[in-house]
């Protein structure tokens, strides 16, 4: 069976610091890969998406980049935080098939102090 | 671009039917989702629809669609303390990678 996991589950970064979270897939093979922020009373906001490795695509600009350095795996990361980047981060996986189901991690609770 | 309504809060008591509804924008809508979130957790499929069907029940759930108004309704019968939750309706285009796009999400309070 598929399993994903994300990392850390909670973190209190300084502004300015930088920021890695990182997703990795189990059991599925050429995965898209997702990274959403959910705010309240803002459902979920698609951050990036990837088809494939190296192959990244921003929905939004922002302060942050994602990564793909191999097939399951999905790296979101920063250079230097900002306060609006507090938020709750999670990343997902679908397949390729025609219904885009969606299978979400766990999340990433991020503040920035 | 594409847009996904929900209302932010509804409230029910135990043991009667929860009614969550969501519109959308896109036409080309060919799948349309429903997802659960419990409190600080990732979300969980509940069901899809395809986009060619009126109906579909699984167990307590019947999902509704108007494809004529753009309106998808998730229907919880006797519904739980369990089923209190953030419910997020989402549509599938028909375009490049298949986007699915999410709706602010429907909280859900059971009262028992």
């Known amino acids: 069976s598929q399993t994903i996991h994300q990392w850390p589950a909670t973190l209190v970064q300084p502004v300015g610091s930088p920021l890695s979270l990182e997703c990795t897939v189990e059991g599925t093979s050429n995965p898209n890969l997702y990274w959403y922020r959910q705010a309240a009373g803002r459902g979920l906001q698609l951050l990036f998406y990837?088809?494939?490795?190296?192959?990244i695509s921003s929905e939004v600009p922002q302060n942050l980049s994602a990564s793909r350095p191999q097939d399951r795996q999905f790296i979101l990361s920063s250079k230097k935080l900002l306060l609006s980047d507090s938020g709750f981060y999670l990343c997902?996986?679908?397949?390729?098939?025609?219904?885009?189901?969606?299978?979400f991690g766990e999340g990433s609770w991020l503040t920035v102090v | 671009g594409e847009d996904v309504e929900q209302s932010l809060f509804l409230s029910v008591r135990e043991g009667d039917s929860s009614v969550i509804n969501c519109t959308y924008t896109?036409?080309?809508?060919?799948?349309l989702y429903w997802y659960k979130q419990e409190p600080g957790a990732g979300l969980q499929l509940l069901t899809y629809i395809f986009s060619n069907m009126d109906m579909k029940q699984d167990q307590r759930l019947t999902v509704l669609l108007n494809k004529k108004d753009k309106h998808l309704s998730l229907r919880i019968a006797d519904t739980q303390t369990g089923d209190s939750a953030i419910y997020f309706c989402a549509e599938q285009g028909s375009k490049g990678y298949q986007k699915v796009t999410f709706g602010t999400g429907t909280k859900l309070q059971v009262i028992p």
């Open positions: 896109d036409s080309s809508s060919t799948y």
């Open positions: 997902a996986w679908s397949t390729n098939r025609a219904a885009n189901t969606i299978y």
């Open positions: 990837s088809v494939g490795i190296g192959q």
